[in-house]
């Protein structure tokens, strides 16, 4: 079992930066490979990001490449999120989730970010 706790969330103007935490509870937190979601209002829940245990492999949803970027602490038991370049559409609540094997069977109970125009 894992826990998760999002934070680093708030309100921000179109062009600035937030950068999100998730600390996990995982006894090995590297057997993990964690993900970064978000749901806007009204809007089906979305994939931003997502790392492998160790950092070798990321992916980005193409509507936050290059603006986004994921890491990952194994000695923190923490996954990042910095953002870059927000836009108004980035707003959401944000989870991060982990899986062992081929699903995200974990999830944070999110953070909100605004984006203000």
């Known amino acids: 079992q894992v826990q998760l706790v999002e934070s680093g969330g708030g309100l921000v103007q179109a062009g600035g930066s937030l950068r999100l935490s998730c600390a996990a509870s995982?006894?090995?937190?590297?057997?993990?490979?964690m993900g970064w979601f978000r749901q806007a209002p009204g809007k089906e829940r979305e994939f931003v990001a997502s790392?492998?245990?160790?950092?070798?492999?990321?992916v980005y949803s193409d509507s936050v490449k290059g603006r986004f970027t994921i890491s990952r602490d194994n000695a923190k038991n923490t996954v990042y999120l910095q953002m870059n370049s927000l836009k108004p559409e980035d707003t959401a609540v944000y989870h991060c989730?982990?899986?062992?094997?081929?699903?995200?069977?974990?999830w944070g109970q999110g953070t909100q970010v605004t984006v203000s125009s």
């Open positions: 995982a006894r090995t937190f590297s057997n993990y490979y």
């Open positions: 790392i492998s245990r160790y950092g070798g492999t990321i």
């Open positions: 989730a982990a899986k062992l094997t081929t699903t995200f069977d974990y």
